[in-house]
């Protein structure tokens, strides 16, 4: 069974910093696109970061410019999102997503997880 699985949410203060990491299982992602989406009760899922097969080339929202890195580790089939300078208006569930082409729609995105719950108090 294909897994994707995402940990590191928790409850931080604004300015603060947080390092997600999701883990695939079941098969690799090595040669797809690893990308990361948030989603906010009621509201779409968004795109926040993604990064290429070889770490070659990233690629972020303009509201995160500057404060989030993507980052993965195909030794062990992991893709990580480092959170800096968190804002209340980061607060949402942060998915991980897998798939061969990049695309900002959560909806072109084949492989998912579960989501990872981040809240950035004032």
């Known amino acids: 069974q294909v897994q994707l699985v995402e940990s590191g949410g928790r409850l931080v203060q604004a300015g603060g910093s947080l390092r997600l990491s999701c883990a695939a299982s079941g098969r690799t992602f090595n040669n797809y696109i690893r990308g990361w989406f948030r989603q906010d009760p009621g509201k779409e899922r968004t795109f926040v970061a993604a990064i290429t097969w070889n770490g070659a080339s990233t690629y972020d929202s303009g509201s995160v410019k500057g404060r989030f890195t993507i980052s993965r580790d195909n030794a062990k089939n992991t893709v990580y999102l480092q959170m800096n300078s968190l804002k209340p208006d980061d607060t949402a569930v942060y998915f991980c997503?897998?798939?061969?082409?990049?695309?900002?729609?959560?909806?072109?995105?084949?492989?998912w997880g579960q989501g990872t719950q981040v809240t950035v108090s004032s």
């Open positions: 997503a897998a798939d061969r082409a990049l695309s900002y729609s959560a909806k072109n995105w084949g492989s």
